[in-house]
């Protein structure tokens, strides 16, 4: 028989993470996995590779799965027998079986894994293991392929700024005077000066009439590590967005999180609108949505290097007045875009082949697990 009904506890066994605070953690290699995945690294291993890991609190569902030893922290639950079972599979295994625990039970703050063991689930021979975890494998290595690129083409993106604006070695820099650090036909402002900064708001949400409409809403839970934010956890709808103090933002907008995980910036694949825990920023004069976004992202990591030993714990207006931009001239600045764009255009585009690669893979993974399709 190729499938068996069964509990999850027969198919693998969970143990909740191990303590680590942040100050207690020792430069190393070895990946530190919380229930929102690798989120830093230390000395020690506390779990040998294959791992599998997954969120012990908030919403269940995100699965992690570990090809070298790691560090699962107390707010995650990670496999430490698989029972004879494909670790791979495994992992796709717990995805499919939260995702159905999730149906049935409401978001809580804290799971008791003995819980999961008792879940009724439908297990198949390791040989279906096999094809199954190498059919669903074939997706999530195209996606971790595309996602090496992006971060080639993004680190790619931040060195020429840094090279161009920050070092000054900008085309033509050999036949340009450079007076107090500043090439002549630039100018010394902040980026205050330079950027509109915007604000947003959140729709009454006592309100059904204003959300789950068309209009994405961006908050700081939808940040995303890449260039590119596609889609957001909420949506609004157009009476939604009249009776809030966020516009809808056009396409290209750089949203910055000022509260919540500060700093990170994303740019609007499509309109959005936004919360007030954000600011969205749009050049002035002949500057370029991309050359904000870089400009910014620079200026953050300096603002984290200063904070060490303080918190660096929101962002406010006043916090734009108090980062130095060098802006160039009107041709230095078209030449940098004309560079950047091509960069983000690719960025972009394998941002949008993830998303695809992602929504067939989680199509697939339940059809597959119930047996629905042969392998």
């Known amino acids: 028989m190729s499938w068996r009904s069964c509990r999850l506890g027969d198919v693998l066994t969970l143990k909740r993470g191990h303590d680590l605070p942040e100050h207690s953690r ?8 919380s229930s929102s995945g690798i989120t830093g690294y230390h ?35 990670y496999v430490i027998d698989f029972k004879g079972n ?52 074939t997706y999530d290595n195209l996606i971790e392929n595309n996602r090496r690129r992006m971060a ?38 902040t980026a205050l000066d330079a950027i509109q900064i915007l604000s947003g708001g959140t729709p009454k ?3 059904t009439d204003h959300w789950d409409g068309e209009i994405p809403f961006y908050t700081p839970k939808d940040a995303v590590d890449g260039v590119w934010v596609t889609d957001t956890e909420r949506s609004i709808t157009e009476r939604g967005l009249n009776n809030c103090n966020s516009k809808l933002y056009p396409r290209e907008t750089v949203f910055i999180s000022a509260r919540g995980t500060v700093g990170k910036l ?19 004069s002949h500057l370029t949505q991309p050359f904000v976004f870089c400009a910014m992202q620079a200026a953050v990591d300096v603002l984290r290097q200063q904070a060490v030993g303080a918190v660096f714990d929101a962002i406010i207006v006043d916090t734009f007045k108090r980062i130095p931009l060098l802006v160039p001239s009107a041709s230095i600045a078209r030449l940098f875009d004309e560079n950047i764009q091509l960069v983000f255009q690719q960025v972009e585009n394998l ?23 042969a392998v």
């Open 86 to 137: 494909d670790p791979k599979f495994s992992a796709y295994f717990l995805k499919h079986a939260l995702k159905d625990y999730q149906s049935n039970k409401a978001a809580v703050p804290g799971v008791d894994r003995n819980v999961l063991h008792e879940l009724l689930v439908r297990a198949p021979n390791i040989t279906t293991q096999l094809r199954i975890a190498s059919i669903l494998s």
């Open 351 to 373: 941002t949008l082949q993830n998303q695809k690669l992602r929504a067939a893979r989680d199509l697939l993974l339940p059809r597959l697990m119930s047996g629905e399709i």
């Open 152 to 189: 080639l083409l993004e680190e790619s993106a931040r060195l020429l700024y840094r090279e161009w604006f920050v070092r000054l070695r900008f085309p033509g820099h050999e036949h340009t005077r450079i007076i107090d650090g500043v090439p002549e036909g630039w100018e010394r402002r």
């Open 266 to 284: 994303n740019i609007a694949q499509r309109p959005m609108a936004m919360s007030q825990s954000c600011y969205a920023l749009v050049a002035k």
């Open 43 to 77: 000395k020690d291993a506390k779990a040998t590779a294959p791992g599998v890991v997954t969120g012990r609190y908030g919403t269940l569902g995100e699965v992690f799965f570990l090809d070298r030893d790691y560090r699962p922290l107390n707010t995650a639950l």
């Open 26 to 33: 020792q430069d190393g290699e070895v990946p530190v996995v």
């Open 205 to 207: 949400t006592t309100v």
